[in-house]
C-alpha cells in the first residue's frame, strides 16, 4: 500500500477512544455481519457523473479507505467490484479475522486505528467511506474532519451518520429514543455480563417482531433472526455515545473540510427496503475541491443523488 507514512504513529493516548466504539462485538458476531449485503450507497461514494450528458460512470482502480470496516466485508466489496487498492480502519479486533480471512488478497489491507490518529499521509486515497461509525465518537464533527484530509484533490468522501429523525420521528421513535438513553446510561459500552444479557435479550427479541411486521408491508427487507436481532441491539444500546446529525449540518462539515459542493443522498432513490433507514438518518458525499474547483464561486446548492453534481 503506497502512501503509509512511517514516521505517523497511532496515539498512545486519546482515552475518549475507548469510549467511542464498542470493541467486542464485531469480532464474536461476524457470522451475523456476514448475512450483510454490499451496502447500496457504496455505488454513490464511487459514482462519477457528467455534467454535459448527465450520464453515470463509476470510478475503479486507485485507492480506498473504510473507516470502521468491522470484519472487512464492505472492503472486501469495494475491492472487488471496483478494482481498488482498499484499505480497511477499524478500532476493534475485528481487523484480527478480517486480515486471516483475507491474507491471500494483496490488494486488502486491515488496520486497527483511530480515525483522530490514522498511519497514513493526507490525501493518500481517491475514495474515503464511512458508515455508521463516527456518530459513536465523543465528537462526530472533529472525527469527519480528521478522515476527511485523507481524500485527496479531487477524491470522493461518503458519510452515513443517524439523524434526529431517528428520535423524533413519531411518537414510537421518541419513546424508543427515550429506552435508549436509560439503557445506554446503564449498559456504558458494557455488551456482555448478566446486566447486558438481561436487557438485550428482550430487546432483541422485540427487534424480531418489529422486523417481522416490517416484512408483511415489504417483503425485500431482510429478516431478522435472533442472532441478527442481538447484533442490531447491541449497535444501537451499548456505544458510550450514539450523536444525531441532520443532513445540513453533515453538508456544513463537507464545506469546511474543502468539498465545496456536497449532496444529500435522496431516499426515494435507494430501495424500497431502505426508505425508512435513509430518511430518518442523513448520508452525504461530496468531492474534494482541486486547484480548478478552487477558482471557482463557492456557496453552490446542495444537490440530491440522483442529480447532476
Known sequence: MRD????????????????????FHLPR??????????????????????????????????????LGC????????????????????????????????????????????????????PGSFDTIYSRGVLHHTYDTAA???ALARYARPGGAAY?????????????FRRGVFVLERS??????????????????????????????????????IQPYNFRRALHAARDRFTPEFAHRHSAAEVVGWFR???YPNPEVVDWHAMPSADHDDYRRNTGVRGRKATANMERRPSGGRDARAGSPA
Open 4 to 23: 503509509l507514512d512511517p514516521d505517523r504513529n497511532c496515539g498512545d493516548s486519546e482515552p475518549e477512544r475507548q469510549q467511542s466504539f464498542y470493541a
Open 29 to 66: 458476531h461476524d457470522d451475523v455481519v456476514q448475512q450483510i449485503a454490499l451496502p447500496i450507497e457504496i455505488f454513490a461514494a464511487f459514482e462519477l457523473r457528467d455534467q454535459n450528458t448527465k450520464t453515470r460512470r463509476f470510478r475503479r482502480h486507485g485507492t480506498f479507505l473504510e
Open 70 to 121: 468491522g470484519i472487512g466485508i464492505t472492503t472486501e466489496m469495494a475491492q472487488r467490484n471496483f478494482a481498488v487498492d482498499a484499505v480497511g480502519v477499524d478500532l476493534s479486533l475485528a481487523v484480527l479475522p478480517a486480515t486471516a480471512r483475507h491474507k491471500d488478497n494483496p490488494f486488502l489491507h486491515f488496520v486497527q486505528g483511530s480515525v483522530f490518529y490514522l498511519p497514513f499521509s
Open 143 to 145: 472525527a469527519f474532519r
Open 159 to 171: 458519510l452515513w451518520v443517524y439523524g434526529p429523525k431517528s428520535t423524533n420521528d413519531n411518537a
Open 183 to 220: 439503557v445506554r446510561q446503564l449498559l456504558r459500552g458494557r455488551d456482555s455480563g448478566w446486566l447486558a444479557h438481561a436487557l438485550l435479550w428482550p430487546l432483541a427479541g422485540a427487534y424480531v417482531v418489529f422486523n417481522r411486521c416490517r416484512r408483511l408491508a415489504d417483503p425485500t
Open 256 to 258: 469546511e473540510a474543502g
